[in-house]
């Protein structure tokens, strides 16, 4: 057999269907068959090698291949019932009368994959059918047929659970037989037979409508057909299909009604979840806002089979913040989203949140009271308190994962006293949910990281437009005047001293295009992970006071005083030229924002690291960009007074990392910077 087609969040509902089912392709090969239908024709499903549905000559026999021609024309086809004799096909098992629907699997463009078959025995009833039949053949009376007759119509409603009921209308007296005692809740022969008792079964909502049609049917002296809700003895709520008739006496009036009713609620409440899920994409795919949309979407869910909702999303760096917060009560709501606020690292491989994280498994918690005292145990009275203030009474949690990053996860919740309860439906609701949520969620985060590169690649090109365009600028200026004077002749004022000066000033903007070339071509090395470290021993302390003195007429240009305290006697291993990098730019950046103040240089040593400190005076770095400075094109300061890509510290950063060592800052703002470079030793 081909590769099962039904997706793994459809797997167990696909297994443990109740009635018999299969799924061909286009061809007419089996792709999968259930369990029901293996027990049903005691085949394996190694022993559908080579069968076809197309070519098997039963199907030509039975009616059945003009049917399967239809289906996979596109249509839905529900095929009567049809005698099977598996001995025709070489195998064991008695013979059936079978029913079957026919239901061609297409995808969003309509075009049709694959066909699913879903199988119902008949053979008893058909047997049935076939005694009552010969009875009433042989019988001699007309009252032996009509009480065969009877008999065949209740093993008809029998089978197909349908309760009936009559009434005379103007009395208070109803009758029901057992199976519509079953669908109401009640044992057999409970049932008061009180009119009352009958509309207290109808659920408040349906009730006024369900009056209605019934004095509209007997006005217009019709039937009638309806779908409605009823709450069982137990409270439980289901759907039935109600039927009645009412019959008249010589005068036109009303003098008994008689009516069928059957649970639907399977069928009802599966047709309510695809429309809601519809509904619920719909809603998430409404706009790039992530968040409004995941909003709605809770606040829908919440209406139609919980109580309440959140979502958790997992970022980029690892930390976990809640996005969205619906509960009934307003107060509550609140408390919920602090809860996440006061306890943001509470996150641990035993809290519940974190398993569906990282094991993808959906958990249900039937009783959230046991879950909450575990956590007591971990974290505290505090958050015990706060999470127990919350009233959960059961709970269902499910990971968002895209095609290959973990996003976070959803959880949906009832409240104590709540007339929701979770059950395996639900939890397969919640799964589909996830599902869906995942993909659009995964899509709007990839329309905003693409906005975001846009927007810092039109940045970055801005910058380094300006970044190259100032040095070339200069030198241009400097090759026009040396042209004038050559044009005139006139060489006198060209000075061996001012050629000198105007070779230096060409000579130091030709390193600042270089500097901004390199930055460049090193990001390119990092993101393809092509960084060359090539390592060498020499002495720190000595290094970094080198560096220092030729950096020095530049610090002093802008106005700076250095103070070196440098540990003498402190070898490494390390690239030297990408060493000098950092240090270039932690001068760099002590000179740009240093605001002409003191600058303090240090080198400090433990026992496995070096650490250089370079310290300012300047405007220093607000908390919200203290880690988003270390970023691409990202500078704590915009400006055109600032200079430089915005790629210094994201590239030193991950020098400094490449050899297994960290580059960070410390930093009040009005108070300076304290940049570190720590190195293995």
């Known amino acids: ?356 994280l990282v094991t993808g498994k959906t958990v249900c918690y039937q009783e959230v009271e046991p879950v909450i005292q575990l956590l007591k145990e971990k974290y505290g009275f505090g958050y015990y308190d706060e999470v127990n203030q919350l009233n959960l009474q059961s709970m269902i949690v499910a990971r968002l994962k895209g095609r290959e990053n973990l996003l976070g996860t959803l959880s949906f919740f009832t409240v104590k006293g709540s007339s929701h309860v979770f059950d395996d439906r639900t939890k397969w609701l919640v799964e589909e949910l996830a599902y869906r949520t995942s993909v659009t969620l995964e899509n709007s985060l990839l329309y905003a990281y693409s906005q975001e590169a846009i927007r810092a690649r039109d940045e970055f090109l801005s910058i380094a437009s300006h970044e190259l365009k100032t040095p070339l600028t200069s030198l241009a200026l400097q090759n026009q005047m040396l042209k004038k004077q050559l044009a005139k002749n006139d060489t006198n004022p060209v000075t061996p001293q001012k050629l000198q000066s105007v070779l230096e000033a060409d000579e130091r903007q030709l390193k600042r295009i270089n500097r901004l070339i390199d930055d460049m071509l090193d990001i390119t090395r990092i993101r393809v992970e092509r960084l060359t470290i090539n390592k060498e021993e020499f002495e720190f302390s000595a290094f970094i006071k080198e560096v220092v003195q030729r950096f020095l007429p530049q610090i002093e240009a802008a106005g700076c005083k250095i103070t070196l305290k440098l540990t003498p006697d402190i070898r490494i291993s390390a690239d030297l030229h990408r060493i000098e990098q950092i240090v270039v730019n932690m001068l760099s950046n002590a000179m740009k924002y240093g605001e002409g103040k003191p600058i303090y240089i240090e080198t400090r040593v433990s026992p496995h690291k070096v650490s250089l400190v370079v310290q300012d005076q300047g405007r220093g770095i607000a908390p919200q960009d203290i880690e988003r400075i270390f970023k691409r094109f990202e500078r704590a300061q915009v400006g055109r007074e600032i200079s430089g890509l915005g790629l210094g510290l994201y590239i030193s950063r991950e020098i400094a990392l490449q050899h297994k060592g960290n580059l960070y800052v410390q930093s009040k703002v009005g108070e300076g910077s304290t940049f570190v470079l720590d190195l293995p030793l």
């Open 1 to 356: 057999m081909a590769n099962a087609i039904p997706p793994e969040r459809f797997k167990n509902f696909f297994e443990q269907f109740n009635l018999p089912m299969e799924v061909y392709d286009l061809e007419g090969n089996p792709v999968e068959v259930n369990q029901a239908w293996v027990d049903l024709f005691q085949t394996t499903r190694d022993e559908l090698e080579g069968y076809n549905v197309l070519t098997d000559p039963s199907s030509k026999e039975t009616g059945l291949y003009d049917y399967l021609v239809r289906a996979y024309g596109g249509e839905f086809v529900e095929v009567p019932a049809f005698y099977l004799d598996p001995a025709k096909l070489g195998k064991v098992g008695r013979a059936r009368w079978i029913e079957a629907w026919l239901s061609p699997l297409k995808d969003e463009q309509g075009t049709v994959m694959e066909l699913a078959i879903i199988l119902k025995d008949v053979t008893e009833v058909k047997e049935k059918e076939a005694t009552l039949v010969r009875s009433i053949s042989e019988s001699q009376t007309s009252k032996e047929k009509l009480r065969l007759i009877s008999d065949r119509l209740s093993i008809a409603v029998k089978v197909g659970k349908i309760g009936i009921w009559e009434w005379k209308p103007g009395t208070d007296h109803v009758y029901w037989d057992e199976t519509l005692e079953e669908i109401y809740g009640y044992e057999p022969g409970t049932f008061s037979g009180r009119l009352e008792d009958y509309t207290k079964g109808q659920h408040p909502e349906d009730r006024e409508h369900m009056w209605t049609v019934i004095n509209k049917s007997q006005q217009e002296k019709t039937s009638y057909l309806v779908e409605h809700r009823i709450v069982r003895r137990d409270g439980k709520v289901r759907w039935v299909q109600g039927s009645g008739t009412t019959f008249f006496d010589s005068l036109g009036q009303p003098a008994l009604m008689i009516g069928t009713a059957m649970d639907i609620t399977e069928r009802k409440t599966a047709a309510l979840d695809q429309e809601f899920l519809s509904r619920a994409t719909e809603t998430l795919s409404a706009s790039f806002d992530f968040k409004i949309n995941l909003q709605k979407m809770s606040e829908a869910a919440a209406q139609y089979f919980c109580d309440g909702c959140f979502v958790d999303q997992l970022r980029p760096d690892g930390s976990i913040v809640r996005i969205v917060v619906v509960h009934p009560d307003v107060l509550l709501r609140e408390k919920l989203a602090q809860v996440h606020q006061n306890h943001p690292h509470r996150y641990t491989l035993d809290h519940p949140l974190f398993t569906t």
